[in-house]
C-alpha cells in the first residue's frame, strides 16, 4: 500500500484551525490540546478494535459515544443480552399450553402447570424492555441516516412495535387471546443478534435465483412420473395383498407424488419399489429412470449450484470483512498520523511508534497477539511508521493462535534416555489402543452371551478381572507417559487430561494425543484456515477505496 499524506492534515480552515468549528468529532488544534489528544487516542483504540472485530466504523466518534460503544460491546453487555435470547425463548416452554412436566412418559405424566396470567408476561415485557434498550443504543450509536438503510435495525424496531402491542393486548384480555402473534416473531431477536444466522440467510436469498430453475425442474421431474406411476401401477385391480400394498403408493395423486419425493430422497425405496417389482419386473425401469434423473442428476446438480452458490457468498463476505478490517487500521493511522504532525514530530508522514504503543495498551484484544504487536513496534522506536508499515503490523492478529508443548524432561542415564524413547514411541499408544479394544469386545461378548440370563444368576467375575487389567494398565501407561514427558508436558496435551475411566468407552481410541499436532508458535508465519482457502483469491483494498470510504464517513468529520 502506497505511502501518502494523512487525510487529518489535508486542508485548513478559515478560522485557523484544522477542522470547522463545531466539529466535536474532528481532531483541532489550540486550547484544550490535551484533551483532544485523549480524544484523537481513544478513535484510534475504537478503529484498531473494529479492525480486530471486523466490525464497521460507521458509528459516533465522539467521547460519549466512544464509552457507550465500548461499553455495548463489552462482555458483561453481551451476555446479557444473550441471556435475555435465552430467557424470551425458553418462554415457550412454561407458557400455556405447557410442556414443563416432570417426565415425559404419558403413563405417569401429571398435568403440565400453567402459569397464573401475568407471571410470564412479566418476563417478557421485562426482556421487550431489553431489547428496546438494545435497539436504542445501536440506534443512536449509528445514527438516523445509517438507521433507515438498515433493513434488519428497521425490521428490529417494527418486530418490538408489534410485540408490545400484541403484549399489551394478551394483558387487556387476562390472557384469554386466541393468538400471541408476537410467539411467531420472539426467533427474530436471536436472528437479529446472530452475524452467523444473518450471514446463511443472505446466502441463501443471493443462491435462491440459481437454485430455482432446478426446483423447477425437480417439480416438472416429480409431476411427469407422478403421472406415469399412477398410469402404470393402479390400472389394475385385483384383491390380492400384494396388489393392495401396491395400490397403497400410488391410489391417488397425492400418495403418488408423496411415494416418488420419499424415493427421491432414497428413504424408504424398497417399500415403494418391491410391491410393483414383484408384480412385474418391468416396472423396475421406471424406478430406475425416475431414480437416474432425479436423484443422480437434479439433486446432485441442485447440491453443486448450493455449494457454488455459498462458495461464492464465502468469499464475498471474508472479502467484506478483510475491507472492514484493512479500514478500520486505515482510520487508525489517519488519526495518530495527523496527531503526530499537528504536535510537531519527526519531519514526514506517520505514525510514532510511542504512540502506537500507547493505543495497544487500552485495546481489548488477545494478549499473545498484542504482546506481539508490541515487541515488533518496540522494535521499531525510532522514526515513524508508513502506512504500509502500520497494516503489516496488525496481520499478526489474523495468525492463528498456536501453544508450543514443553520439551520433555532430560536424563543423563543411557537406561532412563531408552526409557524414555520406548514409552513415548508412538507404538506404545497403538499398544494402549489395543488394550481399550480388547476390553470394549471382551465387554460385547460377555454382554451377548449372557443376554438371557438374569442378573441376580450373571457370573461377572471373569468380566471384572478384565477390567482390573485394564484399569492397572491405564494407570502404568500414565505414569510412564509422565516419566517419559514430565508432567507438564503430558499435561499439556488436552486429550491426556480427558483419559480418564471415560477411555473405556473407546475415548482413549479415539482422542490419542499426536506429535504431528504441535503447533508452530505466534511469531512464525501459520496464517489462519480461511486464509488459506482464499490467500489466492483475496483482493488487497487500494489506497483509493479506503479514501474514499474515509471520507464519507457519516460522523468523524476528517479534515479534507
Known amino acids: 500500500m502506497a505511502e501518502s499524506e494523512p487525510l487529518l492534515s489535508r486542508a485548513r480552515g478559515s478560522n485557523g484551525l484544522d477542522c470547522p468549528v463545531g466539529s466535536p468529532d474532528c481532531v483541532q488544534v489550540g486550547p484544550g490540546a490535551e484533551a483532544r489528544r485523549d480524544l484523537c487516542f481513544e478513535q484510534a483504540v475504537i478503529f484498531i478494535e473494529d479492525a480486530i472485530q471486523y466490525r464497521s466504523i460507521n ?11 465500548r461499553w455495548y460491546y463489552s462482555d458483561a453487555f453481551q451476555w446479557i443480552l444473550g441471556f435475555i435470547i435465552f430467557l424470551v425463548l425458553f418462554l415457550a416452554f412454561i407458557e400455556t399450553p405447557s410442556s414443563f412436566t416432570r417426565t415425559s412418559d404419558v403413563r405417569y405424566r401429571s398435568k403440565p402447570w400453567n402459569p397464573p396470567c401475568g407471571l410470564t408476561e412479566s418476563i417478557e415485557v421485562l426482556c421487550l424492555l431489553g431489547f428496546a434498550t438494545d435497539l436504542s443504543v445501536k440506534s443512536y450509536l449509528v445514527g438516523w441516516p445509517q438507521f433507515r438503510k438498515s433493513l434488519w435495525l428497521v425490521a428490529y424496531l417494527v418486530v418490538l412495535v408489534v410485540s408490545f402491542v400484541d403484549w399489551m393486548v394478551s394483558l387487556s384480555l387476562v390472557c384469554q387471546e386466541p393468538l400471541r402473534l408476537r410467539r411467531l416473531l420472539r426467533p427474530f431477536f436471536l436472528l437479529q443478534n446472530s452475524s452467523m444466522m444473518k450471514k446463511m440467510l443472505k446466502c441463501i436469498r443471493w443462491s435462491l435465483p440459481e437454485m430455482a430453475s432446478v426446483v423447477l425442474l425437480l417439480a416438472l421431474h416429480l409431476c411427469v412420473f407422478t403421472m406415469l406411476g399412477m398410469l402404470l401401477f393402479t390400472g389394475e385391480k385385483q ?8 395400490l397403497i403408493y400410488f391410489r391417488n395423486l397425492a400418495e403418488s407424488l408423496t411415494s416418488l419425493l420419499v424415493l427421491l430422497t432414497t428413504a424408504n425405496n424398497p417399500d415403494i419399489m418391491i410391491p410393483a417389482y414383484s408384480k412385474n419386473r418391468a416396472f423396475a425401469i421406471f424406478f430406475i429412470v425416475f431414480t437416474l434423473i432425479g436423484s443422480l442428476f437434479l439433486m446432485n446438480l441442485l447440491t453443486a449450484i448450493i455449494y457454488n452458490q455459498f462458495r461464492g457468498y464465502l468469499l464475498k463476505s471474508i472479502q467484506a470483512s478483510l475491507f472492514r478490517k484493512r479500514l478500520g487500521t486505515r482510520a487508525a493511522y489517519e488519526v495518530l498520523s495527523w496527531m503526530a504532525k499537528g504536535e510537531g514530530g519527526p519531519q514526514g508522514v506517520g505514525v510514532r511508534a510511542q504512540d502506537l ?3 495497544l495498551q487500552k485495546v481489548q484484544a488477545s494478549s499473545t497477539h498484542k504482546q506481539a504487536v508490541m515487541e515488533q513496534v518496540r522494535a521499531r522506536s525510532d522514526g515513524l511508521l ?54 470394549l469386545v471382551s465387554i460385547c461378548v460377555f454382554l451377548v452371551q449372557d443376554a438371557g440370563i438374569l442378573p441376580q444368576d450373571r457370573d461377572d467375575f471373569v468380566l471384572g478381572i478384565l477390567n482390573c487389567v485394564f484399569i492397572l494398565y491405564y494407570l502404568a501407561e500414565v505414569l510412564l507417559k509422565v516419566f517419559a514427558l514430565g508432567l507438564p508436558g503430558y499435561l499439556s496435551y488436552p486429550s491426556n487430561v480427558f483419559d480418564g475411566l471415560l477411555t473405556v468407552i473407546l475415548l482413549n481410541f479415539l482422542h490419542k494425543w499426536d506429535r ?7 511469531s512464525g508465519d501459520e496464517i489462519t484456515t480461511v486464509d488459506l482457502l ?4 483475496l483482493e488487497e483494498p487500494t489506497e483509493e477505496e479506503l479514501m474514499a470510504k474515509l471520507r464519507h464517513h457519516p460522523h468523524l468529520q476528517l479534515c479534507r
Open 59 to 69: 458509528h459516533r466518534m465522539d467521547a460519549r459515544s466512544m464509552w457507550l460503544y
Open 239 to 246: 384383491d390380492d395383498g400384494q396388489d393392495r400394498e401396491r
Open 357 to 359: 504503543l500507547h493505543v
Open 386 to 439: 508508513s502506512a504500509d508499515e502500520f497494516q503489516k503490523l496488525f496481520s499478526e492478529f489474523d495468525k492463528s493462535l498456536t501453544k508450543e508443548h514443553p520439551p520433555p524432561p532430560e536424563y543423563q542415564s543411557p537406561f532412563l534416555r531408552s526409557a524414555q524413547f520406548l514409552f513415548g514411541h508412538p507404538y506404545f499408544d497403538y499398544l494402549g489402543n489395543f488394550f481399550v479394544l480388547a476390553n
Open 516 to 522: 504431528r499436532g504441535d503447533l508452530q508458535s505466534l
Open 534 to 537: 482464499f490467500r489466492e483469491v
